[in-house]
DNA sequence: AGAAAATCGTTTCACTTGCAACGAATATCA
DNA sequence: TGATATTCGTTGCAAGTGAAACGATTTTCT
């Protein structure tokens, strides 16, 4: 028999499944308890803060969200008051979408608290175990990408301020 | 401002959770589409097949599902003919579960495409390399399992066949 | 211009999840 | 032994999710 010894612990699906879902649960309770954030609510939230107004298909393109979930992101965010929405002028089937004054208030308080929890889980690892770790994890989405049924990876996308892209590491 | 430049794709989590995400639905497919099985049950599937009978809460401490979750997959399969349920006799609270001879047709269908899968997926590394990946998310849940508030962690269960965990390679 | 196709954001619906509570069974301990 | 606490598996419920459908708007093409 082929398949006795199968070991779902020893399964890289299922490891990295565990792997994300453990540390995406820890990080909730930075922006859930202190914000009563969802994860979708925090993803759109740190994305728009990064450009002046945006779509939900931009939202949609970038981001790792379906677009109801980014729809109803931004509903839940402009109700909360932390961003804005209004429909483009010069497309009425657009939104254009800003963070408000509140917005970029819980934006500043709660990134420094992600990026301190990301810094701790780093912690363990040396400068080049990082860039090993970004790079392992950039070449499993190269062979997922050419695989038959390859699922939808969000674009990455420019960087407004900061190094440019084609920058070497 | 210390969080201007915040970007969500190269947040770890994040970038974790996409990896993920995108892992999960892909190989969902070969236990989804030709076999009709939703994730908690390939999972209790796989790991109930290695042993001769389990409890729902056996389950529970050894794969990354919740109770409930455990208990509804239990059922889901149970009705599709693919295990056995059966109450203990020396302890009527507990559930004695066993793979169906269906359960492990099933199970030797299945396993050798997830297998190709995570191959697949492997063949863009080296072995070192394979090493390294395995190496960097272990240190990754020690981190975690520090951390303040420690998300649980399923406990690897004892290999009742193949090398000893204790073994170095 | 006018009909047809495409796009955008929202909504609907069925399904899944996570958490707490529950009844049943056993263990603990006076 | 009898009262209390604990454990087990299930269920209820509120919230979340994904896929398809929808109305509104714009684009495309004749």
Redesign the interface.
Known sequence: ?????????E?????????????????S?VYGEKYGLSTPEW?VL??V??REKMSVREIHD???LEKPAVSRAVAKLEKAGLLRKTTCDKDHRLVEIELTEGGLYV??GI??E??S??A??????SPE?RD??HD??E??????DR?P???R??Q??N?T??KSSTEAH
Chains 1, 2 share one sequence.
């Open positions: 028999m082929t398949s006795d010894n199968f070991n779902l612990s399964f890289l699906p299922y490891k990295l499944s565990v792997l994300s879902s453990r540390t995406t649960k820890m990080l309770k993803r740190v994305h803060a990064r970038s981001v790792y934006f500043n990134v420094p992600a990026l929890f990301e701790a889980i780093l912690s363990a690892f175990e090993q770790l392992l994890m070449r499993l989405h190269d062979v997922l695989l049924d390859a699922t990876r969000p990455m996308d960087d301020s900061g």
